[in-house]
Structures are given as structure tokens and as C-alpha cells.
Antibody
Framework: QVQLVESGGGVVQPGRSLTLSCAAS????????MHWVRQAPGKGLEWVAV????????YYADAVKGRFTISRDNSKKTLYLQMDSLRDEDTAVYFC?????????????WGQGTLLTVSS | ETLMTQSPATLSVSPGEGATLSCRAS??????LAWYRQKPGQAPRLLIY???TRATGVPDRFRGSGSGTEFTLTISGLQSEDFGIYYC??????????FGGGTKVDI
């Protein structure tokens, strides 16, 4: 069965960096685009970034553009999110998500999420 | 950016009753509309995609409908496990993919 397992969250100070990981299993990782979606405490869902199946195209939400970098290692079946210049407002649970079998950008599977807290 | 607006914000229902959740897009999104349910402390779960196609394992008491900019998720015969926050999401025009603000269903 499909599994997505995020890791790397924690408490960091504003301005610092952190990298999240998402280990995938149960499907052919290299065939699908992958996304990061976040959820601030008590708030709704916010899309963060997408990377194409081959890593050649990447798109970001305006709120993170220029600070976050999405990447993937298909040989390791792992998705990453490098987060630089972190701000208080980046505090959230970060989910990785797999697109649907059709390739459309709805999210068929989600990880359990990893919590990032940005605080001094 | 396509804005998604959900109503009502909160819906209180009794077991066995039906519920109707609404989602409006700021522009035509074709059939690129999905619904999710999220329970406290959990990741969202895909319920519906393509306006009306139920995801694997989703019971047929969940029905999605609509077109263009107006969409509805209808839940018939609500069960206790149906409580949670329901989100709609458009994937027609991206980036960014956008979500509605959610409807909390209290059983």
C-alpha cells in the first residue's frame, strides 16, 4: 500500500534553515509529481510547492518563493523541502502528497505530516 | 489565483440526517474539483475528485455534484465517523492549487 512518511520537523529560530524529507513506498515514485501542503495551527490547508515526476519543473506558492526549494531523489524514493530564511508564519504541519493516478493535481495520498515551529 | 469559498463554516447535524456542503470558485474550474475530510490530528483524506468520482473506499453516501463555479458535497445518512472538517480544492488553474476555507461538520 502507498505510504508517505515525513520527517525533519522541529523547532528553529527565525532566519534559520531546515530540510524536510518524505519517504515514499508502495507505488512507482518516479512516475508521479509530488507536492508539499502545509497547515498552520488551527488553520486551513495551504499548497506550498510541486515538483514534476522527473524533477525538471518546480512551482511554488508566492509565500515561499525564493526561500523554499523542492527536490526529489527518485533512486531513494524521497521528496525534500529545503526551507531557508524561515519566518514565524512558516510554522505549520507540513504534509507531502501524491497526485492522483490520472496525474491531475488532486491529492490521493498524504503523509501524516511533520510539525515545523519557527520561534525565537 | 482561483479563490475557493466554502459555506457554511459550521454545520451541526444529527446521525442519520443529511448534509449539504457548498463550494464556490472565483472562476470556471471545469471538472477539476476535489473534496477532502480531515479529522483532528490527522492528514486530510481524499473523498471525491473530478467533481463526482468517489475515491477508493469512500461509501456511496458521499455524492459530489456541480459545474463551472458552483459545487456541492452531499452526505446522506450521516454517521458518527463523518465528523470533521471538509475542504474543497481546485486543480484546474495552477500554480497555485487552492483550497477552500473548510466546513466543520459537527455530529
Amino acid at each position: 500500500q502507498v505510504q508517505l512518511v515525513e520527517s525533519g520537523g522541529g523547532v528553529v529560530q527565525p532566519g534559520r534553515s531546515l530540510t524536510l524529507s518524505c519517504a515514499a513506498s508502495g507505488f512507482t515514485f518516479s512516475n508521479f509529481a509530488m507536492h508539499w501542503v502545509r497547515q498552520a495551527p488551527g488553520k486551513g490547508l495551504e499548497w506550498v510547492a510541486v515538483i514534476w515526476f522527473d524533477g525538471k519543473k518546480k512551482y511554488y506558492a508566492d509565500a515561499v518563493k525564493g526561500r523554499f526549494t523542492i527536490s526529489r531523489d527518485n533512486s531513494k524514493k524521497t521528496l525534500y523541502l529545503q526551507m531557508d530564511s524561515l519566518r514565524d508564519e512558516d510554522t505549520a504541519v507540513y504534509f507531502c502528497a501524491k497526485v492522483g493516478e490520472t496525474g491531475d493535481y488532486y491529492f490521493e495520498y498524504w503523509g501524516q505530516g511533520t510539525l515545523l515551529t519557527v520561534s525565537s | 489565483e482561483t479563490l475557493m469559498t466554502q459555506s457554511p463554516a459550521t454545520l451541526s447535524v444529527s446521525p442519520g440526517e443529511g448534509a449539504t456542503l457548498s463550494c464556490r470558485a472565483s472562476q470556471d474550474i471545469g471538472n477539476n474539483l476535489a473534496w477532502y475530510r480531515q479529522k483532528p490530528g490527522q492528514a486530510p483524506r481524499l473523498l471525491i475528485y473530478g467533481i463526482s468520482t468517489r475515491a477508493t473506499g469512500v461509501p456511496d453516501r458521499f455524492r459530489g455534484s456541480g459545474s463551472g463555479t458552483e459545487f456541492t458535497l452531499t452526505i446522506s445518512g450521516l454517521q458518527s465517523e463523518d465528523f470533521g472538517i471538509y475542504y474543497c480544492q481546485q486543480y484546474n488553474s495552477w500554480p497555485p492549487v487552492t483550497f477552500g476555507g473548510g466546513t466543520k461538520v459537527d455530529i
